[in-house]
T-cell receptor, first 111, second 113 residues
Framework: DAKTTQPTSMDCAEGRAANLPCNHS???????VYWYRQIHSQGPQYIIH???NNETNEMASLIITEDRKSSTLILPHATLRDTAVYYC????????????FGEGTQLTVNP | DTAVSQTPKYLVTQMGNDKSIKCEQN?????MYWYKQDSKKFLKIMFS???????INETVPNRFSPKSPDKAHLNLHINSLELGDSAVYFC????????????FGQGTRLTVV
């Protein structure tokens, strides 16, 4: 699975959009971009995933660049409960579905 | 109704003991996993089962033995516990091995003293 690079930490004001970047310059054509988050002391939680097109669900939006070498997770109206470590993961569909977690980005939403 | 449930939530035990962690999912998924999160917060896959068959077995000491009696359960048995086994262990499940999201349990914090 391709390696990803994320900032170690980010801050965001409550109610504002949180934009979390991820670089995956060695991504292959059959690899998807997944985002998970881990709120303190809880299990990781799936957020969203995509291959080429931008995706949106009730939690977030995923913007993938045309060359697929980077992506951005957008939380449109961050709340205090969104404070968590956010993981960007790239994996191939037939990889036995393992998720390879990196260090992630600690997002802190401030009041 | 908890989708992926693990028991116990906390486990404190002495070195050399044998212990088990149980995991059950009520989502009807075919694939289940065990992940380990160490003190540095790195999450690493240990095992994956699909339809009760082992499909991923990372470089894990053979003191760790997963057992899947049916698709809904994946238990983790650990023999001769060592201090370095102290970690949070997460069970997870997904519909299959393809591009579907994984659902994680709340974790079992194992402390070996």
């Amino acid at each position: 699975d391709a390696k990803t690079t994320q900032p170690t930490s980010m801050d965001c004001a409550e109610g504002r959009a949180a934009n979390l970047p991820c670089n995956h310059s060695t991504i292959s054509g059959n690899e998807y971009v997944y985002w998970y988050r881990q709120i303190h002391s809880q299990g990781p939680q799936y957020i969203i995933h995509g291959l080429k097109n931008n995706e949106t669900n009730e939690m977030a939006s995923l913007i993938i660049t045309e060359d697929r070498k980077s992506s951005t997770l957008i939380l449109p109206h961050a709340t205090l409960r969104d404070t968590a470590v956010y993981y960007c993961i790239v994996r191939a569909g037939a990889s036995g579905s393992r998720l390879t977690f990196g260090e992630g980005t600690q997002l802190t939403v401030n009041p | 109704d908890t989708a992926v449930s693990q028991t116990p939530k906390y486990l404190v035990t002495q070195m050399g003991n044998d212990k088990s962690i149980k995991c059950e999912q009520n989502l009807g998924h075919d694939t289940m996993y065990w992940y380990k999160q160490d003190s540095k917060k790195f999450l690493k896959i240990m095992f994956s089962y699909n339809n009760k068959e082992l499909i991923i077995n990372e470089t894990v000491p053979n003191r760790f033995s997963p057992k899947s009696p049916d698709k809904a359960h994946l238990n983790l048995h650990i023999n001769s516990l060592e201090l370095g086994d102290s970690a949070v262990y997460f069970c997870a499940s997904s519909q299959d091995t393809e591009n579907t999201e994984a659902f994680f349990g709340q974790g079992t914090r194992l402390t070996v003293v």
